[in-house]
């Protein structure tokens, strides 16, 4: 007489029926925790079932394994195979087919995920505003005709801006002569050199002289400074894209 569905042999009947494959005690026990058996209970239910005829098993040493009867189950005949053939297919073609309408929802719902909702619309709309009114308070106070730098203080800030970028430039030629000259045969590998110094170049803190110099008024500053150099059909060139091939000089004194 089979063992009950529901008891310990016939949970146990069931799994090893199901698995179709060599198992041992640990492999039933540890896949059966969810009926809170213990080993021991499993290791019984197999040695009735073995006994029994039930199932099969084989002893390897210390260790018995397990496995279901083959003659239990229904071996199909080739029309059988045939239509599971088929019938595979069929379900294969149903999978790919629920796959691809599961992927175009989840497409559309990441595009209804991406669209701001009408609260994030309406947040958006008063920030916009808030902006659009500040932009033409102040263009209105530029039409308004308010001067808000006056020309001798421009031509003073103009003169003290490229006086430090004419300071800037030179240092920084100065600099890489010496370290040129330092480094030029040290085995030392210059990276590594240069933080053990503590040494910080223009781009380590994210500025640029060829950007800063591209803020003066280069008319300005032909005019104040009178750079000399060889080529002067290419002052725009020279004073704020340095060539490496030539070294210009430039009279940084201030005109008197």
Same mark, same amino acid.
């Given at each position: ?18 698995? %179709?494959?060599?198992?041992?005690? @640990? ?13 021991? &209970? ?17 002893? /390897?040493?210390?260790?018995?394994? /397990?496995?279901?009867? @083959? $003659? ?6 080739? @029309? ?13 073609? !149903? ?11 989840? &497409? ?13 619309? @309406? $947040?958006?709309? &008063? ?34 801006? &490229? ?20 480094? !030029?045969?040290?085995?030392? $590998? ?10 910080? /170049? ?11 110099? !591209? ?9 104040? /400074? ?24 430039? %009279? ?5």
């Amino acid at each position: 007489m089979p063992p009950k569905s529901d008891s310990v042999e016939g949970i146990v009947l069931g799994f090893v029926k199901e698995q %179709n494959r060599p198992l041992n005690t @640990q492999n039933v026990a540890d896949a059966l925790q969810k009926y809170n058996l213990k080993k021991t &209970a499993v290791q019984k239910a197999l040695d009735t079932l073995a006994d029994n005829g039930q199932i099969s098993f084989k002893e /390897y040493g210390k260790q018995k394994i /397990y496995l279901a009867r @083959q $003659d239990h189950f229904k071996i199909p005949n080739n @029309q059988e195979l045939d239509q599971m053939k088929k019938d595979n297919s069929k379900l294969q073609d !149903e999978l790919g087919a629920q796959k691809k309408a599961i992927s175009e929802v989840e &497409a559309e719902i990441r595009v209804l995920h991406s669209n701001m909702t009408l609260e994030e619309i @309406q $947040d958006k709309e &008063a920030k916009l505003i808030g902006e659009v009114e500040e932009m033409e308070e102040k263009l209105s106070t530029l039409r308004s005709g308010v001067v808000l730098v006056k020309a001798e203080d421009k031509k003073v800030i103009e003169e003290t801006y &490229a006086e430090k970028i004419n300071q800037w430039r030179k240092r920084k030629r100065i600099f890489k002569e010496l370290w040129d000259a330092i480094t !030029e045969n040290s085995p030392k $590998d210059l990276k590594e050199f240069k933080e053990e110094l503590g040494l910080e /170049y223009d781009e380590d803190v994210g500025v640029s002289l060829q950007s800063c110099s !591209e803020l003066i008024n280069p008319e300005f500053y032909f005019r104040t /400074y009178r750079p000399s150099v060889e080529q002067h059909d290419e002052p725009h060139r020279l004073l704020f894209g340095r060539n490496d091939k030539h070294e210009h000089k430039f %009279n940084t004194t201030p005109p008197s």
